[in-house]
Structures are given as structure tokens and as C-alpha cells.
């Protein structure tokens, strides 16, 4: 057993864990947050993604010891009084369906424009392409990020379009 | 899914990522009731599920033998099947075989068409199947055209493979269906060298001729299918693109433009002709209002996230005037949902949207009289507008739905049943058929063989549309859906039966990088036999895309001699093709 204290959420949290205990199963099982999902077996679908230290990770691919010290968010911690402003990207440009690969989308998200603040469709359609959606076909989670890239810089975002 | 038996109770409940949790009760109680599982001690909940798109319909092994367990040890347990074994063991769609014949005029008016199919169903099969219809609905083969002789038939073959048959995201074998008829018209026009948008155009089944009785059968409900492909050929431009085709032709240069005008078969189903294991394909909603005003609706269906909640609280808001806020919608529990089938086979808006819809029509009637009975006038002097009864010519006396509603809680009439709540069990007296023209714009890079889809402009016909947000995204998804096979997504066999791509490394679900931005429209062709006119619209993309694709890589290499290339259509097939046709040299 290693003991580890990971910031979860802004929260420190001290546990005992084996080291061969991956992070997604530390969140989703020790710490019972399971907004974070898994969707593979292989580091392909993205659904496990989580930011450490304000990078986005496949947590399905990171030990729970390699997380000791480090800060960990995921989506239950977005929030801060009211939506973040991919998460309402997502409410009104119909950014999900199902639902399960949309943490993991919203978490590469925040990173992606974190770096690139001002992404192009090309820049946003390579930018998450390590996560899969099986719902929506893409086009309005692009629509989304490019919402909340506007509301981020402090625009005023009119409500979607009505469409065709 | 999770069981959890109570042996004190003998009562089971089971948490489950279910499409269809009644049946699944039903099933359960069926096989397993001589042994104690007795139907009202069985709670099926689905919650979030997740997608479903057909996979979460039947029945599995892991299912019974969790169930099993639980009930020897009298404790939860919990199955969880992991993305290799889902894709390793889970049932399969598709892997049709089908070889068609086309007969048509030399000037391409079309004759006949005969289709046969060897279907592999693996092990057993898998499909939760209409009784009556053991190959689904592939008989909508004969598709969107108007001829009078087709004879199909088919031949299911076991194999050593998981269970096959899944009706993934189509209503059973509608995607093979289309897929065959939509290539042969392809394969016609190049045949004849005739256009093939004028052939479809010149072979449609005539707005006037509905409702159309196919050949093989089905009561084809309303279409118009010429102005949904013109409008889809206007917006891409279809003219200028065969030109510029033309002119890249002689630069050696590979562009290719595919067509794909489908009808769809969805809506199971009318009780005359649809069951599963016996059991009707109707639908079911349960309205209850509120002595405020203010409703739960319940329903036999359960929405894996095409947005039930948002639809029917809309359906009922438009027939009874309470704010669709003001309507909670709930699913996916039997102990308290009416009886259903579940949603799968775009059969949701058809079958539970119109049981919404007469249930609140009943609940209308109801608030009809109770308005007569305070505003002191007979029910004929009563005129209706959306939240209000008001009596003709004297508009200032009127009642609020609202009102209404806290009158049969607060002031019935005497003689009347008290409360607010309506349940309508929708018995659909047809089938519904959804339509559409998809064209797909794509360009092959000669040396490696990759594919670019350009451009996709669907323009797809579901009836009266409800929420076209929520259609719309229904149709982005479907779209790659349909690109899944149409290019990627196969399960790979070798000689001995070994899968060989069984995990996400190598079984190839499209990204938002292979994924074009697709381009949507619709035209609007009510359901005549539909409350509200709706004819569902799930399936119809993941059904028209793949033809479409497939049309327009073929087409992209027709002057070279190719007339066919089965999906999916990788660029390894198509550079083979090139090297064999001399375009290019293997190194
Ligand atoms: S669970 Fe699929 S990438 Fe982590
Ligand atoms: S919304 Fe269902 S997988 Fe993305």
C-alpha cells in the first residue's frame, strides 16, 4: 500500500492505496465521484478525462500514486457558482445526447482552451479527437467550445441559433 | 446491471442499462416466475443508460447469470461488461451478404428488382425480433421507387461467431435494405449512363400515388420525395459539382458524388401485425396534473438521450396549455411507468409521443366539461385555445387550463370522477415512413487511397418535427453513425473464427476529425394516420449515410470500370483498386 494525498476538487484527501490503482478508479471507487467515466480498455475513448495539475489526462492512464501531490479536477469541481461556461456551451448548442462522453469532452476542453483560447473549427475538431462521442456527430460539441471560447473572452453569446 | 434480491421479500430489483425495462420484467417473470421471480416482485430501474441504439435491447447471458447469483446468495451483484468483451462477445448487426438484380428499361424507367440474402447470425440470434417478421423490415428494399414486381428472400446461417441480428439503430434490417436498393439505383444509372439523381428524380413514387402500396407489401403512410432531393442537389450545388467532376477527370484527378434517397420503415408497431414474444407493440403515457396545475407524465418508453424529456413535455404542452416546465417527465422504473415496449426503432415519438398526445386530448375532453359546468354554457358553446376554454362570442369569459384543473380537484360536477390524470395505451394503426436525401461529396488522394468526405447535405422528411434541435442532433449523430460502417467500423475475423480488432486500438469509431460538419434541411411531409403527424427520426441518417458514402467513392472511380466495393471502404481497398487498375504502381 502507498500512502498518497491527491487534491481532489481543491480538496486535500489522504488515503492508502495499491500502487497498481489506476486514478479513474481511486475517483470513480475511493472517492466515489463518478462523473467520470469509462468508456475503453485502451486509453481510446476519453471518457475518463480529468485535469492533473491543469493539463487534461486520461485518468484510465495515470496511477493513483502518480497523482500523489498533485491537483486533480474533475467535472463535479467545474461548477463554481452556476455553470462554467462550457458546460452551458454544451446546454444550449445541444452538445450532448447520452451524456456519457460529455465530462470527459467538457475536462479536454477546459484544457484546450486554456492554451488556445481562440481555437478554429480545424483546432477544436483535432483538439478532442482523442475523445469519442457515439451521440452527437460532433458538430455541436464544436459548436459548444466555440460558445464558451466567446463567453471566456467576455462576449456576449446569443442563445443558438434556431435551426434549419 | 445490478440485481439485488431480497430473499425476505422474494422481490428483486434490478438496476440496469436497459432500452426496454418492461419487457425485460416480462421476460424475466416469464422463464423464471415457477421458481419464485414473480412479475410483481420484479422492478426493473434504468436511469442514465447511455447510448442504446439497439444494444441494449435483448437480453444477455451476463443478465441471467447475475440474476442467478444474486438470487443463491441473496445479495446485490453487479455485471459490468468491459468495451473488449462488448465488442469481443456482444451481439453484432449487419453481415449481410445480398446479392441484387435490378430489372429496368434502356432508358432506366425501373421493373423489377430481386434480392438474396445470406444473413450470418452467429451462435444464436440475437434480435429481439416481431415475431412475424423474422428478417425485420428488409422488405422496405424495394425503397423509394415506383415498380411492381420484387421477390426477396433469405437464408440465416449459423456461425461460430457472438449472437447477430442486433437491430442497430434501424428498425431490423432496414439499414441492409436501403443499403441494397440505393446501390443498385447507382449501379443502373452508371449502367445506362444516365444521371443519377435524374434516374431517381424519373423513378420516384409520385406524391400523388400515397398511400403507396409497395410490392412487397407495406402501406406506404405520405412522401414527396422529389423537392427533398432537389433541395438537397440545390444546396450542394449539384450541378456545378458534375461539372467540376468532369473537368478534374481529365486532370486525373478523383472526385466522386453520391446520392442517397431512402424511405425508412420505423414506428413498430400496429398490434395486428407487431409482438414481441407475444406481447403488442404499442405504447403507453400517463398524464397526471396537479391540483396547481402542474404535471408528472409517465411512459413505457426510455430515451437514451434523444431528449423524451424535452419532446413530450413539448407534445403535452401544445394539447393542454401548461407550461412544458411545468411537466416532469419519467421513464425506466416498472413499478411506476405504464406498460411499453421501450424505445429503439425510432418507435418513441410514433407510439409513446402520440399516446402523449391522446391521453392529453382526453384530459382536454375532461377539461371541457368542467369548464361548461362553471361557466354555466353547454360544451358545444366552448371554444378551445391553446391553455384556455372561452365561450364563443363572448371571449372574456373563459378558464384557464389551470383553473380547470384545480376545479376537478376543488368543484367537480357532480357525477364526474375527481382528479386530473388520463393514461392512453396508443395502438399505432400503421407503420410510419420517414424519408430523405442525402448527397456526399468526396475526394480520394490518388496515392494513398485516403478518403476526404468534402461536403454531406442531408435533407431528411420525418414529419411534423417537434423540436428540430433535438432532430437536428438526432441526425448529426445518426450521420456518423452511418459513416461508421460506411468506412471504419467492421469486426474482423480470421480463418479460425479468432477476432482480430476487438478493442477501440483497432475497431474504428469515427472522431470528430473523421467526422464531416454535416449540413442539415428538411422538408416537411406530415404523418396522415399520427395524432401530431410525427414519424420519428433516430434512424433515418445511420440508414441513409452509408449508400450515399459508399455511392460517391464508387462513383469517384466508376471511369475507371468500378462498379461495386463492399463497406466498409477503407483506403487500403481503394489504393489496392488503383494499383490493380494501373492508376498507380506498387512500391
Ligand atoms: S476509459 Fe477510455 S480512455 Fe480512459
Ligand atoms: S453524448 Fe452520448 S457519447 Fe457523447
Request: without cysteine; glycine residues 16%.
Given at each position: 500500500m502507498a500512502n498518497i494525498t491527491v487534491h481532489i476538487n481543491g480538496v486535500a484527501q489522504t488515503l492508502d492505496v495499491e500502487p497498481r490503482l489506476l486514478l479513474v478508479h481511486l475517483i470513480r471507487e475511493n472517492l466515489n465521484l463518478t462523473g467520470t467515466h469509462i468508456g475503453c480498455d485502451t486509453s481510446s475513448c476519453g471518457a475518463c478525462t480529468v485535469l492533473m495539475d491543469g493539463r487534461s489526462v486520461k485518468s484510465c492512464t495515470v496511477y493513483a500514486v502518480q497523482a500523489n501531490g498533485k491537483e486533480i479536477m474533475t467535472i463535479e469541481g467545474l461548477a463554481q457558482g452556476g455553470l462554467h461556461p462550457l458546460q452551458e456551451g454544451f446546454k444550449e448548442e445541444h452538445g450532448l445526447q447520452c451524456g456519457f462522453c460529455t465530462p470527459g469532452m467538457i475536462m479536454r476542453c477546459v484544457d484546450l482552451l486554456e492554451r488556445n483560447p481562440n481555437p478554429t473549427e480545424d483546432e477544436i475538431r483535432w483538439g478532442i479527437s482523442g475523445n469519442l462521442c457515439r451521440c452527437t456527430g460532433y458538430n455541436n460539441i464544436v459548436k459548444a467550445v466555440e460558445y464558451a471560447a466567446k463567453k471566456m473572452q467576455g462576449a456576449e453569446v446569443p442563445a443558438a441559433e434556431t435551426v434549419a | 446491471m445490478s440485481p439485488d434480491f431480497d430473499p425476505i421479500e422474494a422481490h428483486l430489483t434490478m438496476y440496469m442499462t436497459t432500452q426496454a425495462p418492461h419487457a425485460i420484467r416480462t421476460v424475466i417473470a416469464l422463464v423464471a416466475g415457477h421458481v419464485g421471480l414473480s412479475e410483481e416482485k420484479i422492478r426493473v430501474i434504468a436511469s442514465d443508460i447511455g447510448g442504446g441504439f439497439g444494444g441494449k435491447v435483448p437480453v444477455y447471458p451476463g443478465y441471467v447469470i447475475a440474476i442467478a447469483a444474486s438470487v443463491l446468495i441473496g445479495k446485490p451483484v453487479k455485471w459490468i461488461e468491459d468495451r473488449m468483451e462488448n465488442l469481443q462477445a456482444d451481439s453484432f448487426a449487419r453481415d449481410y451478404d445480398m446479392t441484387c438484380e435490378l430489372a429496368a428499361t434502356k432508358d432506366g424507367k425501373i421493373q423489377g428488382l430481386r434480392i438474396k440474402t445470406l444473413a450470418d447470425h452467429g451462435y444464436t440470434d440475437a434480435a429481439a425480433n416481431p415475431s412475424k417478421y423474422p428478417a425485420g423490415m428488409f422488405s422496405i428494399c424495394t425503397g423509394s421507387y415506383d415498380y411492381g414486381v420484387a421477390f426477396t428472400e433469405m437464408d440465416a446461417v449459423y456461425t461460430n461467431k457472438p449472437p447477430g441480428g442486433v437491430a442497430y439503430r434501424c428498425s431490423f434490417r432496414v439499414t441492409e435494405a436501403v443499403h441494397a436498393i440505393e446501390r443498385m439505383v447507382d449501379r443502373l444509372a452508371l449502367e445506362i449512363g444516365k444521371d443519377s439523381a435524374q434516374l431517381r428524380m424519373e423513378n420516384f413514387i409520385k406524391k400523388e400515388q400515397f398511400p403507396y402500396h409497395s410490392p412487397l407489401g407495406w402501406e406506404y403512410d405520405s412522401g414527396d420525395y422529389g423537392p427533398a432531393l432537389q433541395k438537397a442537389m440545390d444546396i450542394i450545388g449539384y450541378d456545378e459539382l458534375r461539372k467540376e467532376q468532369a473537368e478534374k477527370r481529365k486532370n486525373g484527378e478523383l472526385m466522386g458524388i453520391g446520392i442517397c434517397s431512402f424511405t425508412e420503415v420505423v414506428g413498430a408497431g400496429p398490434s395486428k401485425d407487431f409482438d414481441i414474444l407475444g406481447i403488442k407493440m404499442f405504447d403507453s403515457a400517463e398524464i397526471r396534473v396537479h391540483p396547481t396545475g402542474k404535471a408528472i407524465a409517465r411512459f413505457g418508453t426510455k430515451s437514451q438521450g434523444q431528449g423524451h424529456e424535452t419532446t413530450y413535455a413539448q407534445i403535452i404542452a401544445q394539447e393542454?396549455?401548461?407550461?412544458?416546465?411545468h411537466i416532469h417527465i419519467e421513464e425506466g422504473d416498472t413499478d411506476t411507468a405504464p406498460y411499453g415496449l421501450g424505445t429503439y426503432a425510432s418507435r418513441s415519438t410514433p407510439t409513446a409521443g402520440a399516446a402523449a398526445a391522446v391521453a392529453a386530448r382526453k384530459l382536454r375532453d375532461k377539461a371541457r366539461k368542467i369548464a361548461a359546468y362553471l361557466l354555466e354554457v353547454s360544451e358545444e358553446d366552448l371554444e378551445w385555445e391553446v391553455g384556455k376554454f372561452f365561450v364563443k362570442g363572448a371571449p372574456e369569459k373563459s378558464k384557464t387550463i389551470q383553473e380547470l384543473v384545480f376545479a376537478a380537484y376543488t368543484n367537480h360536477p357532480q357525477g364526474m370522477e375527481a382528479g386530473f390524470e388520463a393514461t392512453h395505451y396508443y395502438d399505432p394503426p400503421n407503420l410510419t415512413f420517414p424519408f430523405g436525401s442525402y448527397i456526399c461529396v468526396v475526394d480520394i488522394d490518388k496515392e494513398t487511397g485516403s478518403i476526404k468526405i468534402r461536403r454531406f447535405v442531408a435533407i431528411d422528411d420525418c414529419g411534423t418535427i417537434i423540436n428540430p434541435m433535438i432532430v437536428q442532433g438526432q441526425i448529426h449523430g445518426g450521420l456518423t453513425q452511418g459513416l461508421a460502417p460506411a468506412m471504419f467500423e467492421e469486426l474482423i475475423y480470421d480463418e479460425d473464427g479468432n477476432m482480430l480488432n476487438g478493442s477501440f486500438m483497432d475497431y474504428l469509431v469515427p472522431t470528430s476529425v473523421e467526422s464531416p460538419k454535416w449540413e442539415t434541411g428538411h422538408t416537411i411531409t406530415p404523418c396522415p394516420h399520427h395524432p401530431i403527424g410525427a414519424k420519428g427520426v433516430g434512424e433515418s441518417p445511420t440508414v441513409g449515410a452509408p449508400p450515399a458514402i459508399a455511392n460517391a467513392i464508387i462513383d469517384a472511380l466508376s471511369h475507371l470500370g468500378v462498379t461495386h466495393i463492399d463497406i466498409p471502404i477503407t483506403p487500403l481497398k481503394v489504393w489496392n483498386i488503383l494499383v490493380e487498375k494501373g492508376v498507380i504502381e506498387a512500391v
Open positions: - | 393542454l396549455g401548461i407550461p412544458d416546465e
